[in-house]
């Protein structure tokens, strides 16, 4: 027996419907079963069951600098292990990404003043002319 629809040979010859394409084999019946295809696999919809990070979290992140002498060291180290943490959610493993590539930009950018600098300019930019009163003493 042969499918009408599909035209693939069919073994089962008491077969009421194709294996290959769900065609009603009897005539009359007035019921084709067709399945509905399958989307492809890049159109199925993923989601994203991730908690977003709250106020409060965002809040005692930043606070965490203002921690005197070493605020700014552990802000730095828990940078570090949030971009390569597996544990934190993937939105503060991306800030904290971020984050460490615009400190690196910004070191960068400093040391390039800087080298551009000499020593006495900057004393004198920070200090201002402090050389009138070096002979007060």
Known sequence: ???NTCGRPIRNEEANFCEYCG????????????PSPLPPVSETITINQEKP???LNWLGTYLIMF??????????????Y????????????????????????????????FSMVSPEQLMNMMFGDVSQ?????
């Open 1 to 3: 027996m042969i499918c």
């Open 82 to 113: 949030w971009a390569v943490s597996h544990k934190v959610s993937e939105s503060k493993k991306n800030w904290a990404r971020a984050n460490l590539v615009f400190m690196l930009i910004m070191f960068i950018m400093l040391m390039i003043i």
């Open 53 to 55: 990070v709250s106020f």
């Open 133 to 137: 009163y070096s002979n007060i003493y």
């Open 23 to 34: 065609a009603s084999l009897r005539g009359g019946s007035g019921y084709d079963f067709k």
């Open 67 to 80: 921690i005197p002498f070493v605020g700014s060291f552990v802000f730095f180290a828990m940078l570090i």
